[in-house]
């Protein structure tokens, strides 16, 4: 069957650290993959899109990378700030398809 | 631009009554969503939009319905409200094909009792 995976448990970690969020697939192709933060109450918001043939992208302090082989994607977050703290989607989209969204990580940073 | 903006903010409604979530973007995007949000869950697509006059079932369309009759405005109506339609529900629109990021609206929390 088809399961997008995300870190099922909440992710601690210390301000000024790089957080990483891994987002695995299973019987999907998707064409193009992307990262949403969603903060408490509040809807997603877009932060990152990568394609299928790209093996990383960068945005300021976000990076991810996209493996198709290993059909995951990680989501870094380098110099990790308390601001950082929220709940990040991984949803993936294959060609003509719509957006399939895994179940979110929560990022704690503590100063 | 106000984006996507979503009418009411919260809504307790008992079972078998019925009523319409409003969605709304500004954005002029072809694309538009529905999405429901359960506890702990990621999104789950209730109802999508190509374009006005254009609609088509996502992977949870049971017990909704949607109309499409402006680029603007994607109503989502419930009827015969159930518990398992207590949720947190999220409008998105999208422009080009669909393929680029979506933009979400601030969500509607439902309770049925």
């Known amino acids: 069957s088809q399961k997008i995976e995300q870190n099922s448990e909440a992710l601690n970690i210390q301000e000024g650290k790089t957080a990483t969020l891994t987002c695995n697939y299973t019987?999907?192709?998707?064409?193009?993959l992307q990262w949403y933060r969603q903060d408490p109450g509040r809807g997603p918001v877009f932060l990152l899109l990568i394609r299928e043939n790209e093996k990383e992208k960068r945005k300021e302090r976000l990076k991810v990378t996209f493996d198709t082989t290993l059909k995951q994607s990680l989501f870094h977050i380098t110099a990790s700030q308390p601001a950082d703290s929220a709940t990040y989607l991984c949803a993936l989209q294959e060609q003509g398809g719509k957006l399939i969204f895994g179940q979110g990580t929560e990022l704690s940073v503590k100063p | 631009n106000a984006g996507v903006t979503q009418t009411p903010k919260f809504r307790i409604l008992k079972i078998g009554q019925s009523m319409t979530l409003q969605c709304a973007q500004d954005?002029?995007?072809?694309?538009m969503y529905w999405y429901r949000q359960d506890p702990g869950m990621g999104l789950k697509l209730i109802y999508y939009s190509v374009g006005a006059g254009i609609t088509d079932k996502g992977e949870v369309p049971n017990g909704y319905n949607v109309s499409r009759s402006t680029t603007e405005d994607f109503p989502l109506r419930l009827e015969l409200a159930a518990p398992s339609q207590t949720s947190v529900y999220f409008c998105a629109s999208s422009g080009g094909q669909g393929l680029n990021e979506q933009y979400f609206g601030p969500g509607t929390r439902l309770t049925v009792t």
């Open positions: 954005m002029n995007h072809n694309y």
């Open positions: 019987n999907y192709s998707p064409a193009y």
